[in-house]
């Protein structure tokens, strides 16, 4: 294992990170005493949904130690481009799911959970929904930006499937299950010059 990872790749077990990205598991990243700033970016995939969210905000602040600070750059030629450490975090959206419900939209919930939401009510679709995709917490826009504050990135970024700000992390590799998902980029803004560098 590198003592310098540049790219950090945090998902459920089971889940195989693209080439090139360091799996590492939520339990042991503090016990591998990473050097602070020492990554370029790191995705977070659906963890968000299997942890309680005092243990999220632990993880996000030691991703916010470990991942270079980041934020948007003016160019020579007056355009802003995004520059440093990223962290991306995709996970199911709590708030797609209930309008699905509201709406009895069972197209949703068949695409989601494929043949199981053929023959159920949208309330049981929901339920089932909440077993498999946020097993122990859901999260909405604001609960999910709340969570990202609470651990001290102060920039953040509500994205899209496929549409990060760090070219890498748009590749095809990375959020497979767009359809029911949130996709946060969050960043920790330099302090310094030092930090920007």
């Known amino acids: 294992m590198p003592t310098q990872p540049t790219r950090l790749f945090l998902a459920p077990l089971g889940v195989e990170p693209p080439a090139g990205w360091l799996s590492v598991s939520a339990g042991t990243l503090r016990g591998m005493h990473l050097p602070s700033g020492s990554a370029d970016a790191a995705y977070v995939e659906d963890l968000p949904s299997i942890m309680r969210e005092s243990e999220l905000v632990v993880l996000l602040e030691e991703l916010n130690r470990i991942v270079k600070p980041g934020g948007w750059r003016d160019s020579a030629d007056g355009t802003n481009t995004f520059v440093g450490g990223l962290i991306r975090i995709a996970t199911p959206d709590i708030a797609t799911a209930t309008r699905a419900y509201i709406d009895a939209d069972m197209t949703y919930f068949k695409l989601a959970l494929g043949a199981g939401a053929d023959e159920v009510t949208p309330g049981a679709a929901l339920a089932m929904w909440l077993s498999r995709y946020a097993p122990v917490r859901a999260y909405d826009h604001g609960s999910m930006t709340g969570a990202i ?18 070219p890498d992390l748009r590749d095809q590799a990375f959020d497979g299950q767009g359809e029911h998902r949130l996709y946060f980029e969050c960043w920790r803004e330099a302090t310094s010059e030092k930090e920007a560098a």
Do not use: I, M, Q
């Open 149 to 166: 504050r609470r651990a001290g990135l102060n920039g953040v970024y509500r994205s899209a499937r496929h549409k990060s700000l760090v």
